[in-house]
Structure formats: structure tokens, C-alpha cells
DNA sequence: CATGAATGAGATTTCATTCAT
DNA sequence: TATGAATGAAATCTCATTCAT
């Protein structure tokens, strides 16, 4: 019973999911989300009150899912290396797994207060997340440090979504080459005199 | 008249900039890129074919200004570390300067494809540019470098639209964070066993 | 088993005419009215064949109520004056009684020919209660003064519709003015010239 | 020129005015006010922000002409009688001169408060504009004697609306009925003893 | 008898674009 | 060139009604 609903209410956002993720909030009518759910275009109605609430919806689940899995992943892990690795890996493995349906990912209505609040409190949270392990390392500016590990990984997977060969294997040499970047610095690979280098 | 036309040309550029950069593509509508250019709606459709293109022409033009600019600040440097400072700064204090018209940056419309190949183009171009500076260096990774960097620097800048009250000095701050981390790595500020880290 | 569902039946009717009454047809909607009735929406269609059908007996039974109860003063009544008198009064009071429920009154579908029908039929039972009175008194032109009194009787209610603070008393007093200017007309009250004044 | 644009929005408002006033506000379709105009439907939001603005400016064009037609005929006729005659003559043949249009006249959307308030100050208008005669006349209760002359003419005007065969000289005769029952009041057509008359 | 999830026709409204002036 | 009134395609959302349970 609940299963049954449950699954109209899943199949709604499965659909929604795919064609936001692919065309866009504005590209992508209620008549298609619906068509791809096998439901009736009202149906999508009773159980999310208009297009904007779903895409949040939409946006939620992907979001709660990205991090819940991250909290997983860093939980079984305890050095530190190994949760810069699996920061590295989830954020790359986590698109290339749904590089189906993020090709052009997500491109929200801009004028939703409610959506910009909770992509803005998503990526604080994800930063959040990522400053724990810093912090658990003795980071001194945490916070900076966080934000520019997860711009890495996000320009690094960029590839995933605009090259359709990209493979898994190449998934994998990033997220171990942005850890290796994140730690050790691009000074090894480069030519600076050590009278040239800003003070770390 | 060369240049009355021009000025027109230009005003509806500028007007669309603004519009476009606040507020996105779909919510902008034509009438207000004309009202705010001063001239009438259809007046738009002799510069521009429609909505579309005046879109790609604004994207043109920003992406091509912020590129100029950035050889022009690497032509007068000539190390390395400078060079890449140089790179940090001028990813921050563009959109720092530009911070009204890019609140939300820009939403653009998904499926127009000659758009997605732009901004395709544009982020290689910008990926190069890097990565030539990086190659002068010695780099072996220039490319995953250079998309790195550039992550890092995109990031960081991300407060700077949403925190109304970010200055001036919290960007220099973090333009240097930027350079100093990718130079050097947190290694030095983290807590890292030999042992446990991976090799660079 | 008769009376429940007979109370069902009610409970329905109950609920459609506060709503009816004070929202209107359109306005209210077939959700709301099972809701109020304390059952489902499939249920109303089991005792009435549609929303127009529902707003129909509605009308019927606030109409049918209307006449039987003056029907049933009139009897207790045996003089001419007396008899306006209940008129004016049943009216000023029936909707004083029911001002709740009908502060914007009817707003009934304006194509359905039935209850065009209805109304006006019912209008017309109502004239010829009056112009039964009026004849018994002798009147000539019994149907124009019955309208005319219903006229009367209909415009000084209305403020009871859109005055919240509007007393019985306001009520007892209107009817008593308008027996008395039916009756005697406006001329005492006027300074007209008796040359002036047209033949009665 | 002002002429011009004059026009298309007359057309639309005399559009409008046959089919709210003949059909309702529900029951008629932008799209049946565009093809009865002969424009496209987008044309009507140019002129209108929406139906129901275009109803409020239907109903207000109609109501000021009501008012300003009678004040000018009251302006012209100076004695009482003559005064009485006129709002009767008026009130009847406004209604009987636009009967086509206004078969069931105004259903009004109920839950538009501008609307109501529009209509509340339309009939109080009407009702000053009595007043101020009966005032004239020495009256002691202006406001009920103005509603119940109001409601007299308004319910001798109904059969106009129901009764296609209604004729000029129907509504003249009602006219004059109105005019005389409401000065002399209906005693002498009665038989009613004066003993058993109520105080006038 | 009773339910309420599902339907889908149909209405309002927006806005990019055109074209006569 | 420049205008801006007019267009009409197209999208969201509502809600009376049905029907399987």
C-alpha cells in the first residue's frame, strides 16, 4: 500500500529527474515529465503543487543522496589521506555515474528564493563536510581549503559531462590526481626556484 | 552614423548584460532589454536575430573581454609564481568587479547548441591559457592542472556573489590562498605523516 | 438504514448551501462540499447526479422552505394589514436569519436552463402568494403592486448582506416602513402639491 | 489616432459587455471576447491586465452611464413628480432598451473584492442620487424610501429580461404604476379599513 | 454504499517575434 | 532605420467526474 504510492511519488521524481537533469527547468514541460512517469499530467499535481516544488524536490533528493552517501564513504575511512581520496572519488564517481542524466545538469528557475536557500545551504553543508576532515588534520584555514578541494573536483569532472568516451579509468586518474595536487602542491612538477615561491 | 549605430549596437549589449546577468535568460524578456536600452522592441531585432543570438553575443563579449585581459596581465609578467597570481587575480577581481550584473551569473538556455559549444570553446581557451603558463613551467599534468586551478579559483570566488559584504581585501586574501595552495599543497598545514602520504 | 443514508442526503445538502451560499458556484468547489458534508468526493455523485444537479436542490430546498413558511404565517393571519405585515417581515427576517450563510447570496451557473427554469417559476410562486393577499384586499393591478412590493422588500434587505452590524431591530424596523409606504405611499412624507400629484 | 486605439479597446469592451451580460463571467472565454471583437487574444492584454479587469471595466462603463444619463434627465425636470417619473423611466428603459445584452445580466466572479466594493458604491451612488430628490421633497426617511423605490423599479423591470414579447408600452405602463404606487401607496386600490391601517 | 486516486479537457495568460507605418 | 501594436503558439494548472477497490 504504502509501497504503491510511494511508487507513483518516485516515478513522478525519476522522470523529473531525468529530463530537468537533461534539458533544463524551463526546457522541460509537465506534460513530459508526466508522459515519461506514464501518468496523467494532473496526476503530477496531487502530489507536488507545482513545477518550481518539484524541482526542488528533485534537487533535494539528488542533493540528500550526494551527501548521505559521502557521510558513508568517510565513515569507514580514518586517515586522512583515505578521506581526501574518497571525497576525490565521490564527487567524480558520483557524476560519472549519472552522467546520463546530468549532461548539462541542473539549470534551476533563478528567481525561486526557496531553491537558491537550499542550493546555498547544500553546498555549505558539503564544504562542512569536507572541513571536518581538514580540521581533523590540523587545517589552519579550513574553510578556504575546503571550498577550493570541491572546485577542483567539480572543474576535474567537468570532462565527464562534455566528452562521452570519458571512462571510468579516467574518473579514477583525477580523483587520484586531485588528491595528489590538494596535497602535495604543483611545486614538485614545476621549475620554481625556491627563492621564487610565495610563502605557504 | 557609423558609430550612432554602433552606440545602439553597444546599448543593447550593455542593457542585456545587465538584464541577463541578474537576473537570467528566461526571465529577462526582450521588452525590458529594450526599455533599458531606451529604444523600442523591435529595433533589438536588427542587431540581433532573436533572443537567442543577443544571448551568445553578450556571452561573446564578456567571455572574450575577460580573456583579453587576462593575456594582456600575463604578457607583463614574466615568472611563474607571478604569472600564476596574476591568473588567481584576475578570476577573482573580475567577477568581483562585476558582482552587481553577476549576481546569479548566468542561466543560460540549454539546449541551444551553438551556445554549449561557446562556452565549450571558451573554457578550452581559458584551459590553455593556463596550461601554457603551467608547460613554461615544466608541468607533466598541464591540462588537470590547469582545469584545477581554474576550479579552485571558481569556487573561491563564489562567495564573493552571495556575501554582499565581501571587499576588496577578502578577495586579494584569497587570490593568494589560491596560489600559495596550488604551489605548495596542504601538506604543510596538515598534520601528515611521510608515511601515510601519497607520492606527488 | 433509511434515515442514515438520509442524513448523508442532508449532511450533503447542508454543506453545499453555506458554501454555495456564501462562496458561489464556481467558487466552491465539489472537494470543499464533501469535506464539509464529512464524507468523499465520490460519495456526493451516489445522491446527486452533478455539481449542477447539487446546486439545485440546494436552490429548491432553500426556495421550497422560503414559501412554506410564508404559506404557513400567511394562515395564522387574518387581516389585510396583518398579512403585509408578515410578508415583509418573513422576508426581512428570512435572510436576516440566514445571513451567514448568505452574504453573497446565490451565484448560480447562468446556461443551465433548468434552473433558469426553476428561478423564475419560483419567483412566480412567490408573486402569486402576494397577489393572493393583494387580491383578497381587492386589488386591480394585483401582480404589478406584488412585484413591487417584493421589489421593495428585496432592496431594503441588502444592507442586512453588507452590514456586519445590522440588528433585528434594523430589521423590524424596515419591514414596518415598508408595510406603511406600500400601503400609504411616500405623500404624506412629501410636500406635493395635491394639483401635482398624478391620479392614483 | 486617439481615435484609433480608441477603438480597438471600445471593441473589446463592447465585446465583453454582450457576452458577461448575456452569458456571465464564467461562462464566457477570452477567446470568444477576441473573435466577438475581431482581434487575437492577446490583443485583450494589451488593453486589460486580465478577465477580470476587463469585467470590472465593462461593469464600470455601464454603471457611469446608468448615473451620468440619469443625473442629466434630473437636471432637466423640476418638480418632484416629474423627478419620480423620471427614475422610474429611466431605471425601466435603461434595462429595456439593452435587453439583448442583458438578458441575465451581470454574474458577477464573488470573490473579487474590487469588484464588490465597485458595485457597493455604484448602488450607493444610485441610492444618494433618489435621495437627494426625495430630499427635496421633505422626506423624513430618504434612504428606505430611495431602496424601496429602487427595488420597486428593479423588480418591475425583471419580466423585461424574462419575456421576449415585453413591449415599449409595458414598460411605460410599469413606469407610470411605479411612480403612482409609490406616492399614493396602495390603500386606495385596497379595501382596507381605516381603522386597521398602520400608522404612515 | 463508500472511497479517493487518477484523469484530461480546457481555460487563462505570457511574450518572442513580425510588419505596416 | 525605428517603432510598437498586434499576433498566436504554447505552457501551466484546475477540478468535475469516474471507477477499481
Known sequence: MGSASND??????????????????????MSQVAEQAG?????????????????MAVTQRDCEGFLKQLE?????????NGKL??????????????KQHTKLFFRAPNNNPELVAYMTQFIEQYTQAVMKVLLEGGATEPELM??????????LKMDILFHPDFT???ARKRSL?????????????????????PPS
Chains 1, 2, 3, 4 share one sequence.
Open 72 to 80: 558513508e564513504k568517510l565513515g569507514a575511512e580514518n586517515n586522512l
Open 177 to 197: 590526481f586531485a588528491a595528489g595536487l590538494f596535497i602535495n602542491g604543483a611545486m614538485n612538477a614545476l621549475h620554481i626556484p625556491e627563492a621564487e615561491a
Open 39 to 55: 501518468i496523467a499530467k494532473g496526476t503530477i499535481y496531487l502530489y507536488f503543487k507545482n513545477k518550481e516544488e518539484l524541482f
Open 85 to 98: 581520496a574518497v571525497i576525490a572519488d565521490h564527487h567524480l564517481f558520483y557524476y560519472y555515474d549519472r
Open 8 to 29: 507513483k511519488h518516485t516515478s513522478i521524481l525519476d522522470a523529473a529527474y531525468g529530463l530537468f537533469g537533461s534539458a533544463g527547468f524551463y526546457e522541460t514541460k
Open 146 to 155: 575546503a571550498q577550493s578541494y570541491i572546485g577542483m573536483l567539480d572543474r
Open 168 to 170: 571510468a579509468d579516467d
